[in-house]
């Protein structure tokens, strides 16, 4: 087998690391990601959806507290740094792909940001908020904004800096913010950099990896979890305020 590049996506030095970092310093996107706006509701109909996807979510982790997953068997109620995920659709053979359900955390209530990172294979993401929350969308590389498929408020997008990279390293941080009761679709190549943050308590993800268990047989893990192919690009996780901004001169005053 020809070793990854960069191109063609990487693998994991161990796949049975959850917590696998690469040097952010050598890391550049072979390709951009892409954003579709795809809907605006009222916000009682965006409320509505993300409650009842946010609650089977929350039903799923009930269920796996009192009946665990048996050994050898997809643990479908899972846990990702931007919120607890429910395994909605796993694979099977001759269907190498799974869908999951996120249940965002509030960014600001916990004061943290979920890292900047990438996957060994690529991934289909629909983001959705509900009122008083929003979703910060960051990538290293300039994220690309496809025309809405209908009446949509145009997205705010600006640049900064990521935060917490090694001594003398800068890396410039691309940024779009999904507004309150929104639907916003996104395409993610293999290998490229993305990063969530919710602000407020109303948001969720549904999303669909094409390649999860062909990737995850690639690598040889030892037990199917869908962190397999995530690959961080920071060591630690960052206080709130690296991720709250929205690029309103509100909010970003100029320096």
Sequence with gaps: MTQPTETTGRMKRSPDHEDEVLDVRGHRDPDRNRLTPVVQLP???????????????????????????????????QVFEEGDVFMLEPPFPGFFADRYLMDFYDTAARDICSRMHLHTGLRFVRMMTGPDTTIRVSSLSPITIRPATGPFAPLASFADHLPGTPD????????????????????????????????????????????ESIETLREGMSGYRMMAQTIFLAKDRSPAATCADTGTPETNPPR
Excluded at 48 to 77: M, N, W
């Design 43 to 77: 916000p009682k109909t965006a409320l509505t959806v993300i409650d009842a996807l946010a609650g089977l979510v929350r039903a799923a982790h009930r269920q796996e507290g009192e009946r665990p997953a048996p050994p050898g068997e997809p643990k479908r109620a």
């Design 168 to 211: 003398g390293a800068r890396r410039e941080r691309h940024n779009v913010i999904v507004p309150p009761n929104s639907w916003v679709d996104m395409q993610i190549p293999r290998g490229v950099s993305h990063q969530f943050n919710a602000v407020g308590p109303h948001a969720v993800i549904d999303s669909v990896h094409p390649e």
